[in-house]
Nanobody
């Protein structure tokens, strides 16, 4: 089992940037899991943001964030990152890190086995 802890959220003006981090702690190294970021705004369902494979060679992102958000990982540090640029008010949400043991890409939240508690991102217009 892996524990995930997100950090880096906060309040930022529209057009600004934030970098979210997800630290994984478990008896197994972070490279054993494919990772993803999801987000949930008030009154809305949890939505897929980005995915990265175990080795980091394959990534995917939701259309709404392509060209603005970049997912990356550092397996030596057991960490996954989400660089968010050109932030918009509609990016305001609680952002969650998720992990799964299967390496295949999926944007379905039900397919992820482990979740962090989330970090709040608020973008002011």
């Amino acid at each position: 089992q892996v524990q995930l802890v997100e950090s880096g959220g906060g309040l930022v003006q529209a057009g600004g940037s934030l970098r979210l981090s997800c630290a994984a702690s478990s008896g197994r190294t972070n490279s054993k899991y494919a990772m993803a970021w999801f987000r949930q705004a008030p009154g809305k369902e949890r939505a897929f943001v980005a995915y990265i494979s175990k080795g980091g060679s394959i990534t995917a992102a939701a259309d709404s964030v392509k060209g603005r958000f970049t997912i990356s990982r550092d397996n030596a540090k057991n960490a996954v990152y989400l660089q968010m640029n050109s932030l918009k008010s509609e990016d305001t949400a609680n952002y969650y890190c998720a992990a799964k043991e299967s390496n295949s890409y999926t944007n379905a939240s039900s397919m992820y086995d482990y979740w962090g508690q989330g970090t709040q991102v608020t973008v002011s217009s």
